[in-house]
């Protein structure tokens, strides 16, 4: 099994930022999972924001976050980052980390984190 454990969010002003984090953990995690952020508002699907490699730094992001988003990981921490920059109201979600054991870049996600609220005030 594999736990995935989110901190960071928050409430935030229009323009600022926050950082989300999210531990990995679990006798079944491999530096090999590829890694990712999605987010989801009420009554929507939940849609895939950023994925990052692990040891490889390759990542992919979603259009609406491009050049205000960041991914990282610290391989020695098995933890993923997800820094957000001029953050905006319509990025007010909750926020899902995400593992994928059988990709490079998340495609379908076996383990989940349990969310973190992020909110963007106007």
């Known amino acids: 099994q594999v736990q995935l454990v989110e901190s960071g969010g928050g409430l935030v002003q229009t323009g600022g930022s926050l950082r989300l984090s999210c531990a990995a953990s679990?006798?079944?995690?491999?530096?090999?999972?590829?890694m990712g952020w999605f987010r989801q508002v009420p009554g929507k699907d939940r849609v895939l924001v950023a994925t990052i490699r692990w040891n490889g730094g390759i990542s992919h992001y979603a259009e609406s976050v491009k050049g205000r988003f960041t991914i990282s990981t610290d391989d020695a921490k098995n933890t993923v980052y997800l820094q957000m920059n001029d953050l905006k109201p319509e990025d007010t979600a909750v926020y899902y980390c995400?593992?994928?054991?059988?990709?490079?870049?998340?495609?379908?996600?076996?383990?989940w984190g349990q969310g973190t609220q992020v909110t963007v005030s106007s």
């Open positions: 995400a593992a994928d054991p059988r990709s490079t870049l998340i495609k379908r996600p076996d383990y």
């Open positions: 679990g006798p079944t995690f491999s530096s090999s999972f590829a």
